[in-house]
């Protein structure tokens, strides 16, 4: 629905002077409306209409009627409407448009186009029930004005208002794109917030996956001093191996010393086997920090698609407000 008053667009002093100064420069009455009612003070309104014709009940009638056709006339045609009043002036209505909609119209004349016909006005005068030569000498003065020069005079005043209505809607589209502009430049700074924020989480996940990396070295060490102690056990076990052949050697059958031997050797192999428990219970361990670690790696590589999702996020904002600057240029250098 086109909502717009005529007061959204043009200020009502600057309106104001300039119909004051229209009519002063022609000798023409002007006044100007919106959809419904008067928006500025008659300008050069004369007797004539004013206190002898508008100043009845059925003058006012019939002159309500007229303002009420020619204006829808020159909202039909979008152009001044020159017209003859029923009292026998010549009027325009000149309207006032706004994106292909009239807000309002500037309706005035209230001259003639050649000198009065006296008998036609005393007729005139017995309809509206007024004094015929009361009447006929307002008439004489009314000012007279070639019709070219209403019709002109008509014309430039609309093309003066309509350039105060396009202004209107320059300024409205410059307002709309400074609202646009803000709301881009609003969700650029929720963007580099968001970066920081990514920023902190990336620093925070690196923290951690270097102590996870220091972890996996410090098991790597341990599971290396296992492995040289079983080394150690193995060296242990041959020797013993090697001695226990020796004894056996010597005492023949007398060996039983061998038996001693023999579970010395069972010893070493239960600790062997506590060790490789060990070396197994460690290489858990490692397999979780390992998997902890690829956790971590995860969620920075899911950071850095957030940060490339939100880096085109903020490109798009760039190309957006870049062509809306470059719409306020082309508005400004028209």
């Known amino acids: 629905m086109f909502d717009i008053k005529l007061t959204d667009v043009i200020d009502v002093n600057e309106l104001q002077l300039l ?34 014709t508008r100043g009845c009940s059925e003058g006012f009638r019939r002159c309500k009627e007229c303002d009420l056709r020619g204006g829808e006339e020159a909202k039909r ?15 325009f209505a000149v309207p006032i448009m706004l994106n292909g909609e009239q807000i309002g119209s500037v309706i005035g004349g209230q001259v003639l186009p050649n000198p009065p016909d006296e008998e036609k006005f ?14 006929v000498e307002a008439v004489k003065k009314i000012p007279i ?32 794109i400074c609202f646009d502009i803000q ?66 050697s010597r005492a023949g059958e007398f060996g039983k010393s061998f038996t001693v031997i023999a579970d010395e050797i069972r010893r070493l192999s239960e600790d062997s086997k506590r060790t490789m428990d060990n070396i197994q219970e460690f290489t858990e361990k ?11 790696s995860n969620v920075c590589t899911e950071a850095v698609k957030d940060e490339i999702s939100q880096l085109s996020s903020l490109t798009d904002n760039v190309n957006k407000i870049r062509k809306l600057l470059d719409t306020l240029e082309n508005i400004h250098k028209s």
């Open 286 to 296: 490692i397999q979780k920090s390992i998997e902890k670690t690829a956790n971590q």
């Open 183 to 248: 709301g881009h430049t609003d969700s650029i700074q929720k963007t580099l917030k968001s970066f920081a924020s990514i920023s902190d989480n990336l620093k925070n996940n690196q923290k951690s996956l270097m102590s996870e990396i220091k972890n996996i070295t410090k098991l790597l060490a341990e599971i290396n001093n296992v492995v040289s102690s079983v080394s150690s056990l193995a060296d242990e076990t041959h020797m013993i191996s090697f001695n226990a052949s020796i004894e056996a």
């Open 145 to 176: 004005v070639p019709e070219i020069r209403i019709r002109e005079a008509a014309k430039l005043l609309g093309l003066v208002v309509q350039l105060m209505s396009d202004n209107y809607s320059k300024l409205s589209t410059l307002r709309n």
């Open 122 to 135: 005393r007729q005139i005068a017995k309809e509206l029930s007024i004094d015929p030569e009361l009447y």
């Open 19 to 52: 119909q004051d100064t229209f009519s002063n420069a022609t000798g023409m009455a002007s006044i100007s409306l919106d959809l419904r009612d008067d928006v500025t003070r008659p300008s050069n309104f004369n007797d004539f209409c004013m206190k002898y």
């Open 77 to 91: 045609t979008g152009r001044p409407s020159v017209y003859y009043c029923h009292a026998g002036l010549m009027d």
